[in-house]
């Protein structure tokens, strides 16, 4: 299994980013998927996921960030607007088992993904 995220940059705050993941070796429709990133210095965090067909944000991104998937081309997006110098952060995409969703509670939980992909920078800052 393969995870390949894209998409990261430098903006100003305000902008936008559309990160993209996308796979091989395992169908995003069977599993979940998230988003979480890693400022320097702190933990990787919780950012966004899609579960069931539902969708999950940190409190901090909510209103803001936009997690989509694209079952025909197995790809994930993570649409980024109002963007803030705090989302600055390696950002990486994540997946479950194939045919293994994650149970509702714990999409939340970095420990609970099996899958990872190799990060993206994004970098806000005027």
């Known amino acids: 299994v393969q995870l390949q995220a894209s998409g990261g940059g430098s903006v100003q705050p305000g902008g936008s980013l559309r990160l993209t993941c996308a796979a091989s070796?395992?169908?995003?429709?069977?599993?979940?998927v998230a988003w979480f990133r890693q400022a320097p210095g702190k933990e990787r965090e919780f950012v966004a996921a899609?579960?069931?067909?539902?969708?999950y944000y940190a409190d901090s991104v909510r209103g803001r960030f936009t997690i989509s998937r694209d079952n025909a081309k197995n790809t994930v997006y993570l649409q980024m607007n109002s963007l803030k110098p705090e989302d600055t952060a390696v950002y990486y995409c994540?997946?479950?088992?194939?045919?293994?969703?994650?149970?509702?509670?714990?999409?939340?939980?970095?420990?609970?993904?099996?899958?990872w992909g190799q990060g993206t920078q994004v970098t806000v800052s005027s």
């Open positions: 994540a997946a479950g088992s194939q045919n293994g969703r994650i149970i509702t509670s714990q999409v939340r939980y970095k420990d609970r993904y099996r899958n």
């Open positions: 070796g395992l169908s995003f429709s069977s599993t979940t």
């Open positions: 899609y579960n069931w067909g539902s969708t």
